[in-house]
């Protein structure tokens, strides 16, 4: 092929040409324009001239600015008294001002402080308006250097607007029509206060909003919101774009534009910090080091099933009913205190092919006495419970009478060692009384237990008269007549009964005892307990009359049990995370002392987890103490052992 060249006569007559043919193009009429723009949708492009393009007029801008605050009185930002008047006046002022170039200062004052058109509505506050501290402050207004030039009369008339309220509400204040000397004077020392207030704020917002130009401030407004302006530029040293001196070096004169313009689009526009996943540095190759990095453990599969297999107890637990505080011996958390069968338990020694690295495993897989553990506390409520009943069987309590014997619970006898079955439904029906999750089913017994109280002698028969069934809140009135009967039992027994089942309508005198049963119940549904329970329970609080304080004892209580449910859960976890954790580390990292660390932190897990399991030791005999006697003697026994330990240590105080 032959060299390739620019012809540049050959393109300037092509060129000429195409010129020609539009220029030869008829002239359309503005008729025809308008018709194809109609018909075509064609917008007329450069119809306005540009040097008809300028900044709204005084007068227009006034304009605007009284349909703002026409907009701020409607949405209720500014008063909506005199702010048309204001405007129009401000209107005419201004108007004048334009018209006259040259006027006295006499005049300028004069005009500065008519505003009697403000006030003709409320002649009072002429004389507040027109005084020197206002009308300082309204020149000093006027002064700003602000961005935009109508800015300054929606300022003025925020301030006009502040102030005479203020003044209106020291007026409705007013109790006598002629003050004494001390009272004006207090009372124009706060007229003056609050208007420099009004100024300082005024001031300091309209920096804050960028509408006055900071840097042609004087010397005084800027030293006296100084820290106003150093949070503006600051705002802007932000928010102009950060290029580092290695992205403004030079790559080529003519690729220097390009370059700036590229990194400044880009910049914002970076990929998410990368996230790790269990693949990122995890090959494949390496999950055959797992095995071990195991046996590299000192002590791993011999601590973990010392401390999951243990089967003895507290001395301790076969003494008469008291608080447990288990001192000499580990306790075996894990195994819920109950005797395992010597053929499901598992031996890393036997034949059964067992390897002892994978002992713990084993353990976790098939004898984790918790099947399920999705986080809730609930989770371990039964064992908690089959640790209370185990506290029972040892102790052999004897159960005292029910109270309550037309209710027929004793005809239910919660199982000893077996954990309790949950009932499938949550309405149980009890006799002849329907017992929910509620609360309210306190007050159904005291329904029940006031037809059981022996009636008069004589008897008024009455006929009986048919009445519509009144319902509020979902309870029908005849409950709420049995629960206003059961007040007339024990202080403790109110407290149970009263409920937000009652919604507005409240019985006097006991609406305190609302939110302390909301929390009672609230507790006591985190343990899991069902209806049986919960009924067992307020039989209990409810036998024994006294102090109403032990109802806030009896929260405490409960919260303390669901804390130690809730430690030991947690504790649980954590062990558990620690031995069946998957690491996949170099060999030779796993020989090497950095494995020390995750020794000391299953130690310290496992250590936590026998913490826990103390706890949750004493919370189960807690427990059985409330199931089997009154709370009420409880807390009395408690407060008792405490009373003698305080005075044990002072005796052994005293002797040294």
């Known amino acids: ?191 003056v206060m609050e208007a420099r207030n009004l100024r300082k704020s005024i001031f300091d917002n309209a920096i804050r909003t960028n509408t006055i130009k900071t840097e042609d401030l004087s010397p005084d407004l800027r ?42 689009a880009t910049m914002d526009k970076f990929p998410k910090p990368y996230q790790m996943n269990e693949e990122t540095f995890y090959p494949h190759e390496l999950k055959s080091t797992e095995q071990k990095l195991l046996q590299n453990i000192e002590k791993l599969p011999s601590l973990a099933s010392d401390i999951m297999r243990k089967q003895s107890r507290s001395v301790s637990q076969i003494k008469t009913p008291v608080i447990i505080q288990p001192k000499t011996k580990k306790i075996n958390v894990i195994s819920n205190f109950m005797p395992r069968n010597k053929e499901t338990k598992s031996n890393s020694n036997s034949d059964d092919g067992i390897a002892k690295v994978d002992a713990v495993k084993y353990f976790l897989q098939h004898e984790d006495p918790i099947e399920n553990r999705s986080g809730d506390i ?37 199982p000893k060692i077996e954990p309790k079955p949950k009932p499938t439904d949550s309405a149980v029906l009890v006799g002849d009384t329907l017992i929910t999750d509620t609360i309210w089913n306190t007050a159904q017994m005291g329904e029940e237990l006031s037809q059981t109280k022996v009636q008069p002698q004589n008897p008024v028969k009455e006929e009986p008269k048919e009445e519509e069934e009144v319902i509020i809140n979902g309870i029908t009135m005849k409950n709420l007549k049995g629960a206003q009967q059961a007040l007339s039992m024990s202080p403790t027994f109110k407290f149970l009964m009263t409920h937000s089942i009652f919604g507005e309508n409240k019985i006097e005198g006991i609406e305190d005892s609302i939110p302390v049963v909301k929390k009672l119940d609230e ?29 806030a004892d009896t929260i405490n209580f409960w919260e303390n049990m669901a804390l130690a449910a809730e430690k030991f859960d947690n504790a649980y976890r954590e062990l558990k995370s620690y031995i069946s954790i998957g690491l996949s580390i170099d060999e030779t990292i796993g020989k090497g002392t950095k494995l020390d660390p995750l020794k000391a932190s299953f130690k310290a897990a496992c250590e936590n987890l026998e913490s826990a399991g103390q706890n949750l030791q004493t919370a189960a005999g807690d427990i059985a103490w409330v199931r089997n006697h009154s709370y009420h003697e409880f807390i009395e026994r408690k407060k008792q052992k405490i009373d003698e330990m305080e005075k044990k240590s002072r005796q052994e105080s005293e002797k040294k």
């Open 378 to 414: 609930t989770s371990i409520v039964g064992e908690l419970h089959d640790m209370a009943d185990v506290y029972l069987e040892i102790r052999d309590v004897q159960p005292e009478k029910n109270p309550f014997p037309h209710l027929q619970v004793q005809d239910y006898v919660p």
């Open 523 to 551: 507790y006591l549904k985190r343990l899991g307990y069902s209806s049986f329970h919960k009924l067992e329970l307020f039989k209990k609080y409810s036998t024994n009359t006294g102090d109403m304080s032990k109802i």
């Open 223 to 264: 030293k006296e919101f100084a820290e106003a302006i150093s949070t503006v530029e600051l705002k802007k040293e932000e928010d102009k774009p950060k290029i580092s001196q290695q992205q403004l070096k030079k790559i080529g004169q003519e690729n220097e534009y390009v370059f700036l313009a590229h990194a400044r």
């Open 1 to 191: 092929m032959g060299e390739v060249t620019f012809d540049r006569k050959k393109f300037n007559e092509i060129n000429d040409a195409i010129i020609a043919h539009f220029d030869a193009a008829p002239i359309l009429s503005p008729r025809t324009k308008e018709e194809l723009i109609t018909i075509y949708g064609c917008p007329k492009m450069n119809v306005k001239n540009p040097d008809d393009i300028r900044p709204p007029s005084p007068s227009e801008s006034i304009t605007n600015t009284q349909e703002y605050l026409k907009k701020l009185a409607r949405d209720g930002f500014v008063h909506s008294v005199d702010t048309d008047a204001f405007d129009r006046e401000m209107m005419k002022r201004k108007n004048e001002v334009l018209q006259k170039n040259k006027k006295s200062k006499q005049q300028e004052e004069y005009e500065n402080s008519d505003i009697t058109s403000l006030v003709t509505q409320e002649p009072y506050l002429q004389y507040w308006i027109n005084t020197d501290t206002v009308q300082s402050i309204v020149a000093e207004i006027n002064k700003l250097p602000l961005r935009e030039v109508h800015t300054n009369f929606i300022l003025v008339s925020r301030f006009y607007n502040s102030i005479t309220a203020f003044v209106r509400k020291a007026k409705a204040r007013q109790t006598k029509k002629k003050l004494s000397d001390a009272m004006l004077k207090k009372q124009m020392y706060d007229f």
